[in-house]
């Protein structure tokens, strides 16, 4: 009579997936977070790093106007 047995450790199994999955999901987010990595000097307004010098520029020339920073309002801040 093991066929109780079994059947506990394969849902002992399935929880440990499972536990596996949502630490994996929390993984996700943090490398989310590490992702915006470019960040308005003025605003302190983060982007994705991935997004371009393009919308950096439209981002300073929209929110920031009157700033003169316009080359240097954008850095990409990597860490
Ligand atoms: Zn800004």
Redesign the pocket.
């Known amino acids: 009579m093991g066929g109780g047995n079994a059947q506990k450790s394969k849902m002992a199994r399935e929880k440990n997936l499972e536990k596996q999955r949502a630490a994996a999901k929390g993984s996700q987010l943090d490398s989310n977070k590490k992702a915006m990595s470019i960040q308005?000097k003025?605003?302190m307004?983060t982007f994705i790093c991935t997004t371009s010098e393009v919308k950096c520029k439209e981002?300073?020339e929209a929110?920031?106007p009157k700033s003169d920073l316009h080359n240097t309002?954008m850095a990409c801040d990597i860490r």
């Open positions: 308005c003025v605003c307004q981002h300073a929110k920031h309002t």
